[in-house]
Nanobody
Framework: QVQLAESGGGLVQPGGSLTLSCKAS????????MGWHRQAPGKQRELVAV???????KYADSLKGRFAISRDLAADTVYLRMNSLKPEDTAVYYC?????????????WGQGTQVTVSS
């Protein structure tokens, strides 16, 4: 099993910034794509950003320019830098990873970290 541990969420004022991190841990695994999704109250989970092993990235159109995803391959860690935060960015942010575990493809999700943007 591969576990994803998120950190960095919290309460921030509008216009502020936060950086989320997510580290994969376990044994006999290789991480391919990592990404972030979010789910606001009463809404469906939506893609925020993903990053491949070769660092190609994809963002939700509405978040381009404010959010930046990056990763540390050696540490199996992905980051999400969120700038100019708005109240509508309030959501639970979930880390996701596409993996090879024990030679077989798989996927893993983190437990989620709450981000609240409010004055």
């Amino acid at each position: 099993q591969v576990q994803l541990a998120e950190s960095g969420g919290g309460l921030v004022q509008p216009g502020g910034s936060l950086t989320l991190s997510c580290k994969a841990s376990g044994s006999n695994f290789l991480v391919y794509e990592m990404g972030w999704h979010r789910q606001a109250p009463g809404k469906q989970r939506e893609l925020v950003a993903v990053i491949s092993r070769n660092s190609s990235t994809k963002y939700a159109d509405s978040l381009k320019g404010r959010f930046a995803i990056s990763r540390d391959l050696a540490a199996d860690t992905v980051y999400l830098r969120m700038n100019s935060l708005k109240p509508e960015d309030t959501a639970v942010y979930y880390c996701h990873a596409d993996l090879i575990v024990g030679g077989r493809p798989g996927a893993s999700w983190g437990q989620g970290t709450q981000v609240t943007v409010s004055s």
